[in-house]
């Protein structure tokens, strides 16, 4: 992981003052002491959708309070409605990626799970994360889903698949992880990334090829970037935060 994103990332979530979350440490499954999450409920008197975060760090380190613009993006999610969650997942040491993917998956599973407790509407489920989190958002996005109707489990019965994906900072492995499972159907796109052509993790010429596949097979998308690179930068008077809140919050929308 770049040093100067990893930089980032520690003190954003040392400053964050996103609110203690209606449940902390939540387990979304046994089969590892990491498959934990926190959930922040939005007032609704309605269901409400909700967004899940996946933290980066090569898929080695990181935590799920590192929440990039924390205050900005769980906030923002509350005040418009819409419920976060924000999950912790096993490390290469204990899994292979494709295992990680699987365990992440399972967490958006248990929130579907928690429908009714949590007052969620398991049919508006978003995913969004950091470098490896943004591997992981993609990934549930367009793989195949993971539910299994003929488990015993009955959460393992639940869809894995989300309604719209935000890759920011996007990272190497973005060719063999999630372009080859893209397809026509998948849900919406957003990416932004500050990183620069030096940033051999986060060269922004993986953010492009997300976004010219995604042109490519017409899935609605969005690219940000800048001031280190030549993406085009937010718009006057906007922030990576404002804008994904406004992407999401459009396409959840959409998806009820």
């Known amino acids: 992981m770049n040093p100067v994103f990893a930089a980032l990332l520690l003190t954003l979530a040392a400053q964050a003052k996103a609110g203690t979350p209606t449940k902390a ?61 924000s999950a912790n997942y096993p490390f290469l040491k204990d899994a292979s990626y494709e295992q990680i993917m699987q365990h992440c998956g ?8 928690k429908a009714k407790e949590w007052n ?25 889903d993971l539910a299994d109707p003929k488990s015993s489990d009955p959460v393992g ?38 990183a620069p052509e030096s940033d051999s993790v986060h060269h922004p010429k993986y953010a492009k090829m997300m976004k010219s596949k995604a042109d490519d097979l ?4 969005e690219m940000y970037g800048g001031p280190k690179n030549d993406i085009p930068g937010p718009p006057a008077g906007e922030t990576y935060s404002s804008l994904l809140l406004k992407f999401f919050l459009k396409h959840l929308k959409a998806a009820s």
Request: glycine share 12%; aromatic share 8%; charged share 20%.
């Open 25 to 85: 440490d939540e387990k979304y499954d046994t089969k590892h002491e990491r498959n934990v999450l926190d959930f922040w409920q939005a007032k609704s008197d309605k269901p409400t959708p909700v967004v899940i975060w996946f933290h980066g760090g090569g898929f080695t380190q990181g935590d799920k309070k590192a929440i990039v613009d924390r205050d900005n993006v769980v906030g923002g999610f509350l005040a418009k409605g819409i419920s976060v969650a």
């Open 106 to 113: 399972r967490a958006v599973q248990f929130l579907r799970s």
């Open 120 to 144: 969620i509407d398991p049919a508006r489920i978003g995913a969004a994360g950091a470098s490896a989190g943004a591997l992981i958002s993609e990934w549930l996005g367009y793989h195949a």
């Open 157 to 194: 019965k639940l869809s894995s698949l989300v309604s719209v994906v935000g890759g920011i900072q996007q990272p190497m492995g973005t060719d063999m992880m999630i372009l080859p499972s893209m397809r026509a159907s998948g849900p919406p796109l957003f990416l932004f990334t500050t």
């Open 218 to 221: 017409k899935i609605a998308s």
